[in-house]
């Protein structure tokens, strides 16, 4: 994933990239997962105020970082510590006034 090829514009082999990229799993498990998360945040905004529920978004950046840490061995400096505390605080802050 860390390189990239010649790539041609013509017809055929355009075609022949989307077929390969339509029928890799990797991107079928993303839209897959996509699908599912648009309905959970539909049904979401179904039942809450969006003024409630978008913030909590934010709750994504937590567990992006952790993953980065855990799973890719990604640097977490004091920086980074700090945003997510910040994060929290402002997640906290708007579950306790809804």
Avoid: H, Q
Avoid at 23 to 48: E, H
Avoid at 76 to 85: E, F, K, N, S
Wanted: charge should be positive.
């Amino acid at each position: 994933m860390l390189r990239i090829g010649e790539f041609s514009f013509k017809p055929a082999e355009i075609f022949s990239a989307f077929v390969g990229a339509s029928t890799n799993p990797f991107i079928l498990a993303g839209l897959v997962c996509y699908i599912i998360s648009v309905g959970v945040w539909l049904l979401v905004l179904s039942r809450v105020e969006v003024s409630y529920a978008y913030p909590l978004l934010s709750i994504g950046y937590i567990v992006t970082a952790f993953a980065g840490f855990f799973f890719f061995k990604e640097g977490m400096d004091a920086t980074r510590w700090a945003g997510i505390i910040v994060i929290c605080l402002g997640v906290w802050l708007i579950t306790r006034t809804a």
